[in-house]
């Protein structure tokens, strides 16, 4: 399909795309102003806002900043308007993370031990999906976040760059000494 040109009228639920995965099957996933779209190879399916309408009223807002493959493979965690989600493919459904319920969720990370970094309005939140357990670090709205090769996390906002502090568990502006 190299060459060929996707949007609204191709099956798309929207035309802007904020996020773009591949999925173990293959399968593309892109995050849209208008839910999350899968494309097979031949076909879009959306699960966008007229979808979610019908099925899941727990889900109010389904405008996607961000898209993060679950380590399962297999499931999709959304960032969104309204928080964070995870899609599940097989029962076509999304299961809220009421940790994040209400804030502006713009970026998502896997840390190295398995817990999900997620980028917001309030700053930055650490979230376990194994316990469920979950904490707030307050700063400016996060934009971006890495976690290095080290296992250390960045974060990035207007405000500059801050990394994580393992040991006192605070994020810290970095300092950055230029040489002219």
């Not at 007229?50 to 679950?70: A, E, K, Q």
């Not at 940790?99 to 930055?124: H, M």
Request: hydrophobic fraction near 30%.
């Amino acid at each position: 399909d190299i060459g060929r040109h996707f949007d609204s009228h191709s099956g798309l639920s929207e035309n802007t795309i904020k996020a773009i995965l591949q999925d173990a099957d293959g399968h593309m996933w892109f995050a849209t102003q208008d839910g999350l779209n899968v494309y097979n190879g031949k076909t879009f399916k959306s699960y966008g806002c007229s979808y979610i309408r019908g099925r899941d009223t727990s889900v109010t807002s389904i405008n996607l900043y961000d898209i993060l493959l679950h380590e399962d493979g297999r499931r999709i965690w959304a960032a969104s308007y309204d928080g964070v989600f995870l899609f599940d493919p097989g029962t076509e459904s999304f299961s809220s993370v009421e940790q994040i319920r209400g804030k502006v969720a713009g970026c998502l990370e896997y840390g190295r031990n398995g817990e999900l970094w997620i980028g917001d309005n309030w700053g930055t939140t650490r979230y376990d999906p194994e316990t469920g357990g979950s904490k707030e670090y307050r700063s400016a709205r996060t934009d971006a976040i890495l976690c290095d090769s080290n296992g250390h996390i960045w974060a990035g906002s207007m405000d500059g760059i801050a990394r994580l502090d393992p040991v006192l568990d605070i994020f810290s502006p970095v300092e950055i000494s230029g040489t002219n």
